[in-house]
């Protein structure tokens, strides 16, 4: 009787491998919890039953959603030291992205918040930051760089001891067909920069454990995440916190909501998003 190709070794060792691997999935802490209705930890107020993702993405590590359109995302830093940088794309049509200029200009706000809408070049809302309860978020900076990186700490490679942010980004956008040059630069949240009267980027850091921030798809949404220490963080070491991400239905924007109707620039952006959406059947 023969066992095959393999032989008896080669299953000996295949078993030991499945062995290993469902051993290492079963105790990891930095898996999607799948369904996601058995997240341990819940946002409060939102019903287990409407969790379409719940994760914690580990201190140098990333995570991608493909996101509908009316999806609320609650990012959580919990334990003060996670530095979320984020790029959304227009699933439908990927060119779309994010905008950080534009993001600035329109809402006449450099500093993300409540009530921010995070725009796409083609003058349409992404997604609006509908809840905060950090205020230390950055929109100058971009996410760490290689090149940064590897002065600062020795390596930026995705898989080594300090990952940049841009290297986990690249990785996160390749698996939904994205390139480097399809990364413009990202939003931060957790980690603030504020601009000095003689224009020098002042950090702030940290607002502390616990703090979150809740981002609503106004369109359907490819959301890359990076949780890298920011570029202009002074300590020397690789200082990085775990991420809790979760996402639930809700509804997009509607012209009739306060943030849609701040300012005559928002209310055309909206208008835009909404008239696309229709038009587009999303």
Same mark, same amino acid.
């Given at each position: 009787?023969?066992?095959?190709r ?67 995302? +609650?990012?959580? @830093?919990?334990?003060? !030291?996670?530095?979320?940088? #984020? &790029?959304?794309? /227009? $699933?439908a049509? %990927? ?9 600035q ?21 992404l997604?609006?930051?509908v ?48 390139e ?30 616990? +703090?979150?921030? @809740?981002?609503?798809? !106004?369109?359907?949404?490819? #959301? &890359?995440?990076? /949780? $890298?220490?920011? %570029? ?23 012209l ?6 701040a ?20």
């Open positions: 009787m023969t066992t095959g393999l032989g008896a070794e080669g299953l000996a060792n295949v078993g030991q491998a499945r062995a290993d691997a469902r051993g290492r999935a079963s105790v990891s802490d930095w898996m999607p919890y799948l369904p996601a209705n058995t997240t341990p930890y819940p946002p409060d107020g939102v019903d287990p039953d409407t969790l379409t993702w719940a994760e914690t993405v580990a201190p140098g590590g990333y995570t991608h959603l493909r996101v509908a359109r009316g999806t609320r995302l +609650r990012l959580e @830093d919990v334990d003060g !030291e996670a530095c979320a940088s #984020v &790029l959304v794309h /227009n $699933a049509q %990927p060119g779309e992205r994010l905008n950080v200029a534009d993001t200009k329109i809402p006449w706000q450099a500093y993300l918040g409540a009530g921010h809408p995070l725009l796409s070049g083609d003058g349409r809302v997604a609006t930051i809840a905060d309860t950090s205020g230390r978020h950055d929109a100058f900076c971009g996410a760490s760089s290689d090149a940064w990186n590897e002065a600062k700490y020795g390596d930026a490679t995705a898989e080594g001891p300090s990952p940049s942010g841009h290297a986990l980004l690249r990785l996160a956008a390749a698996r939904h067909g994205l480097s040059r399809d990364l413009p630069p990202a939003v931060s949240f957790f980690k603030g920069v504020r601009v000095a009267a003689d224009g020098a980027l002042e950090w702030t850091g940290s607002a502390g454990p616990g +703090r979150s921030v @809740d981002l609503l798809a !106004e369109l359907p949404l490819v #959301v &890359l995440i990076a /949780n $890298a220490p920011h %570029p202009r963080d002074p300590r020397p070491d690789y200082v990085a916190g775990p991420l809790r991400v979760h996402a639930w239905r809700s509804r997009p924007t509607g009739d909501d306060d943030v849609a109707a300012t005559p620039e928002r209310e055309r952006a909206y208008r835009n998003t909404i008239a696309y959406a229709g038009l587009a059947g999303l």
